[in-house]
């Protein structure tokens, strides 16, 4: 069983930093893709940024230039660090993990919730 456990998430002023991990346990093929989403309140969840095992990366064009995945195979961890952050950032966050096993997965975390507030 899969497990994606995430943290780091709080209450930041605008133009601040956070730094999101998400550490993944359990049996996970070496080709998976890692990745976060993000769901504001009223709001669909949407593809924040991926990494694949090779370390290619995709970002929302709205985090572009502000955010950075990045990701320890070691530790089966992927990390997010969101600076300039703006009041549309506000969301609760989700790991996500694909595994191109034999059959294609998707494994997520509970999520972790981001305020930026001032």
């Known amino acids: 069983q899969v497990q994606l456990v995430e943290s780091g998430g709080g209450l930041v002023q605008p133009g601040g930093s956070l730094r999101l991990s998400c550490a993944a346990s359990?049996?996970?093929?070496?080709?998976?893709?890692m990745g976060w989403y993000r769901q504001a309140p009223g709001k669909q969840r949407e593809l924040v940024a991926t990494i694949t095992s090779p370390s290619i990366t995709n970002y929302a064009d709205s985090v572009k230039g502000r955010f950075t995945i990045s990701r320890d195979n070691a530790k089966n961890t992927v990390y997010l660090q969101m600076n300039s952050l703006n009041l549309e950032d506000t969301a609760v966050y989700y790991c996500?993990?694909?595994?191109?096993?034999?059959?294609?997965?998707?494994?997520w975390g509970k999520g972790t919730t981001v305020t930026v507030s001032s």
């Open positions: 996500n993990v694909r595994d191109y096993g034999f059959v294609v997965r998707d494994y």
């Open positions: 359990g049996r996970i093929s070496s080709g998976n893709t």
